[in-house]
């Protein structure tokens, strides 16, 4: 089985009508203000998904500022999820600004068959340690009952691009430290986390941390298949596509050349994220 464990779908009147929810959202704006940024409905990843042989997809929208974007769009991926439910698996947004809001949201559509949280991210500003703080009853929550956190990391050097945050790393290892039994999973090979790994504290630390594979192709070379491989275990890596960003082929490429074994490979494209929902589903349950 193929798990896509990162992809983002919008509703039809975000995709119809960017221009007005650029006004609505300073970070929104900052990746789709762009007329060739790529957004995608629920029907063009299925299609998607049937063209490429993946099974299930994780669907996440976007972390939206605005409580009444961040209520519809969640409600878009719940609906789509309820239309597909052998494939799909929604994980909901919520502001950390609003940990009130965000605690009910919670609440209510992991009730209602809510898998995980994600992709949260911080575009125009930092995570701040207040920000955690603030935080901490929805974390702390979360963390009892294992449900998966999916955020949004990326390497603080190099070039630039939409989307690119600015929060520095040792604020998402504040985050785990804080919280080392919740499931973490770092978007974007966790922006060069998994290297500090080495550290055995640190290793010891991020023990229910995964890293997903999302714009791979954009950022690194296929060699980071098996040298994050080798530093933290083939079982922390999670396949993941940020559909519609790039077509999953161009990650089955890499990951045939990338020198692991076929067995690896499984792990990577589906077994590894089947294990931590069913271990979700055993704290939940």
Known sequence: MIIDCHTHIFPDEVRKDRVTYCKRDEAFSSIYRDPKSKMAGVEDLVASMDESGIDQSVICGFPWSDLDLCFLHNRYLMESASRYPDRLIAFIAFPFSNPGW????????????????GEIAFYRQEMTSKDLQAMRPVLTDMEKKGIPLLLHVNETIGHPYPGKGRTPLERFYDLIVSFPHLPVLLAHWGGGLPFYELMPEVAKAMANVYYDTAASPFLYSKKIYATVSEIVGVKKILFGTDFPLLSPQRYFRELEDSGLSKEDQRRILGLNFSNLLEMNRRVSG
């Open 102 to 117: 965000s605690e009910k949201e919670l609440e209510g559509l992991i009730k209602d068959g809510a898998r995980g949280v």
